[in-house]
């Protein structure tokens, strides 16, 4: 890659409706800031990149309107953390959440995402180039070099990080400058992939990945239709065993290594999304969108909902009805 922002930020940003902005905020000036443009939106992008190995992104901005987004991305990889967000990326789809660990990979494809209007949408992010996790990382490390896709696959959509969500933390708050900024961003983009390699071989060692059968996989394809038909009604386990014809622990097991979540994350994902839907383009009351997507209760329901957010309902209901 020539060069990170030209190639990877900038043509993004630009489509998006940002501009280039010498007022850095509250963020660190050794990076560049972006701002949204006042008719589009408001807030900032902050981005620090360093010899074309790696970059550090700050999100903290909001759309007066839904945003679809789609531009040609090169090779990358990165992971970021959301503080607050409602959207979905698709090819493959993603549902946009807060509170976990959220891995992307590029490889010079077209990405395609929505964001809903209102939502601010809050975040850290590290993006890590060829340069770096495919030439950098194997001369310094030849013997104890491996492809960190497998590592980063195995960390997407964690909740029990804390450690690289500090980490995330203590980027956005750093305001040091010269040499003090480059020792300090380096040395934490290090710390957060040797984070990220100790976790997922933690986890590979408790979870051997073995493959999966093709009649496995029309039986979780059988499990997942009837989930995406049934969300909002109370299911049971050995209900969705029986429909995949496999054993609870295998099913559970297998479910995972197949949608990088749990059974029970994937229903949640699916009622909070039709939740969303109710809150933005409907009058009803918290109570009844809770029942409605099968919460009998409301104090669970927003426990949740603000879990996969970052708002509590009303919150997100009063941004989404925002006018400009």
Known sequence: MKDILTELHT?????CGFYPDDDHGPYNPEGVCFSVLPEKGQGRYWTYTRDNLF??????????????????????????????????????????SS????????YNNVYRASYRKNIPIRSTA?????????????????????DLRSSFITVDGMTNFAELVFLLRQIRNFRGTGIAAKLYYEGKVAEAVSLIVEKAKAHQKSHPT??????????????????????????????LARIACMGLTKLKYTFKQANQCTI????????????EQLLTN??????????????????????LFRKSTGLLPNEYRRFTVTTK
């Open 11 to 15: 043509p993004c940003l630009m489509q």
């Open 210 to 239: 073995k493959s999966i059968s093709r009649q496995d996989l029309d039986g979780l394809t059988a499990v997942t239709a009837y989930i995406d038909d049934y969300f909002a009604s109370e299911i049971h386990l050995e209900h």
């Open 264 to 275: 029970t994350e994937y229903i949640q994902n699916k009622r909070m999304i039709h939740a």
């Open 126 to 146: 590290i993006e890590i180039m060829p340069e770096y996790y495919e030439d950098y990382l194997k001369s310094k490390y030849p013997v104890e070099y491996k």
């Open 282 to 303: 409907t009058d009803l009351h918290i109570n009844q969108i809770a029942y409605i997507v099968g919460y009998h209760n409301s104090s669970r329901f927003s426990q």
């Open 99 to 106: 509170g976990c660990i959220r891995v992307h990979f590029g």
């Open 55 to 96: 970059s550090i992104s700050i999100q903290d901005f909001v759309f007066y309107e839904d945003l679809f987004l789609e531009f040609q991305q090169p090779k990358y990889l990165s992971f970021n953390y959301y503080d607050s967000v409602s959207g979905e990326e698709f090819n493959p789809y993603k549902r946009l």
